[in-house]
């Protein structure tokens, strides 16, 4: 039954995290070459990390948020971010492959990547699926000027929304919304996350890094993207690149439209 809630919730997903270790990490996505012109589409490269384990958080800080910067937010975002259970950095594409490579070396061993690349066209929308549900979550959710409120979501879990608006021929501002999902409801439905929106300039070597922050396991994000006691926990990380290109118009498609996997 859970794994159903589980394919009902992420089938309208356009991208989604790796699912049950035992089905391995899903293979890249193939997408068809590019052509010229000026760009009016964006180009995803969207990596779902999963790290396992008691130092699961130490080894994500190490290969990924050691090489970032979290000053791409304004300090008041940012903490409001974190006082949500998440956490978002800006990171040099080099420093990613490189953490990348390191990852899929320790597959089966210690952690998960899931790759999958998508092309959302200017100023169209992806929904990525950050979390595994949680069957019955009670979350703190802290709203701006600092007050809180508790929601319970039954079949919960975490997704980012990303809108993609191309500035120039290497530049796209991609628009973060995470959000919390529940299954048979639609991604645009649930924004109980909104008022987290947040607006991030990126080129071919900038990279967007999202994943758990703060210290309150009660937080939506915390509580999402990490699961179990000391010695088999595991922590979730999203890393996104974002490159213009540009792409032949498909008879009968409005600009704007989601680009579905």
Same mark, same amino acid.
């Given at each position: 039954?859970?794994?159903?809630?589980?394919?009902?919730?992420?089938?309208?997903?356009?991208?989604?995290?790796?699912?049950?270790?035992?089905?391995?990490?899903?293979?890249?996505?193939?997408?068809?070459?590019?052509?010229?012109?000026?760009?009016?589409?964006?180009?995803?490269?969207?990596?779902?990390?999963?790290?396992?384990?008691?130092?699961?958080?130490?080894?994500?800080?190490?290969?990924?948020?050691?090489?970032?910067?979290?000053?791409?937010?304004?300090?008041?975002?940012?903490?409001?971010?974190?006082?949500?259970?998440?956490?978002?950095?800006?990171?040099?594409?080099?420093?990613?492959?490189?953490?990348? %490579?390191? %990852?899929?070396?320790?597959?089966?061993?210690?952690?998960?990547?899931?790759?999958?690349?998508?092309?959302?066209?200017?100023?169209?929308?992806?929904? &990525?699926?950050?979390?595994?549900?949680?069957?019955?979550?009670?979350? &703190?959710?802290?709203?701006?000027?600092?007050?809180?409120?508790?929601?319970?979501?039954?079949?919960?879990?975490?997704?980012?929304?990303?809108?993609?608006?191309?500035?120039? %021929?290497?530049?796209?501002?991609?628009?973060?919304?995470?959000?919390? &999902?529940?299954?048979?409801?639609?991604?645009?439905?649930?924004?109980? &996350?909104?008022?987290?929106?947040?607006?991030?300039?990126?080129?071919?070597?900038?990279?967007?890094?999202?994943?758990?922050?703060?210290?309150?396991?009660?937080?939506?994000?915390?509580?999402?993207?990490?699961?179990?006691?000391?010695?088999?926990?595991?922590?979730?990380?999203?890393?996104?690149?974002?490159?213009?290109?540009?792409?032949?118009?498909?008879?009968?498609?409005?600009?704007?439209?989601?680009?579905?996997?």
């Amino acid at each position: 039954m859970a794994r159903r809630c589980w394919m009902v919730l992420f089938a309208a997903v356009a991208a989604g995290c790796p699912g049950p270790r035992n089905d391995g990490p899903p293979l890249p996505v193939s997408l068809p070459p590019a052509g010229s012109g000026p760009p009016n589409a964006v180009e995803l490269a969207v990596c779902f990390v999963s790290e396992l384990g008691p130092d699961a958080g130490t080894r994500l800080e190490k290969a990924y948020w050691a090489h970032a910067t979290e000053k791409a937010l304004a300090p008041d975002v940012q903490a409001l971010w974190h006082r949500n259970g998440l956490r978002v950095g800006v990171t040099t594409s080099a420093a990613i492959r490189r953490a990348q %490579e390191r %990852e899929r070396l320790r597959i089966g061993v210690g952690g998960e990547v899931g790759l999958r690349r998508l092309r959302v066209p200017h100023r169209g929308q992806a929904v &990525l699926a950050m979390s595994k549900t949680a069957s019955l979550g009670t979350f &703190l959710l802290t709203l701006p000027g600092n007050r809180a409120r508790v929601r319970t979501f039954p079949g919960a879990a975490v997704a980012l929304s990303a809108t993609c608006r191309i500035i120039d %021929e290497r530049t796209v501002y991609v628009e973060i919304v995470p959000k919390v &999902l529940q299954p048979g409801r639609d991604p645009d439905d649930t924004g109980v &996350l909104d008022f987290l929106a947040t607006e991030v300039a990126l080129t071919p070597d900038r990279g967007l890094l999202v994943g758990p922050g703060g210290t309150a396991r009660h937080t939506a994000g915390r509580a999402l993207l990490t699961a179990g006691g000391s010695g088999v926990g595991y922590q979730r990380l999203l890393v996104i690149t974002a490159v213009p290109v540009h792409v032949a118009p498909q008879p009968g498609t409005a600009p704007g439209d989601r680009t579905e996997e």
